[in-house]
């Protein structure tokens, strides 16, 4: 394929299977190794909002149903985020985990539950935000030797 830069005509080769471009250059992968690492940090996110459901309902919660659903949000997020623990640096999961929750929570309690706004909050949540967009881009998925079931970090 052969593409037009302005001066320069730039020919790119396709890639081989076992590696892939990325913003900070080339890593080596194995197929398909690359769309789990996606699916891994979706996981984290979803883990985040099953996180501002059972904080929530630890405020919340006034009968047996919402109590329920308030054990289960709280064991869905945590077995989803040890899960992702094991696949990507744990240490970068748990940031993105709590800012998500903590964010999450937040705008829940100003949304749902008649909590003042206040655009403070707002700045802050955005910092929050920024922060840990900025921990998951300088944070390489990619490791050279992946751990083991148990094995320490």
């Known amino acids: 394929m052969v593409f037009d830069r302005g001066f320069f005509c730039v020919e790119k080769k396709p890639l081989p299977d076992s590696m892939i471009q990325t913003s900070r250059g080339m890593i080596r992968v194995k197929r398909g190794e690359h769309v789990a690492m996606g699916k891994n940090w979706l996981l ?19 009968s047996i149903l919402t109590w329920a659903f308030t054990v289960i949000a709280l064991v869905v997020s945590f077995a989803v985020l040890i899960y992702s623990g094991k696949k990507l640096p744990t240490s ?26 206040s655009w403070a909050k707002i700045g802050l949540i955005a910092l929050l935000l920024i922060g840990i967009i900025g921990l998951k881009l300088v944070t390489h998925d990619h490791e050279d030797h992946p751990r083991k079931e148990g094995e320490a970090a």
């Open 92 to 117: 970068t999961v748990y940031a993105v985990f709590v800012g998500l929750g903590t964010a999450g929570t937040v705008i829940s309690e100003m949304v749902f539950f008649g909590e003042p706004f």
């Open 44 to 62: 984290v996110v979803i883990a985040g909002m099953f996180e501002v459901g059972w904080v929530a309902g630890l405020k919340h919660a006034d």
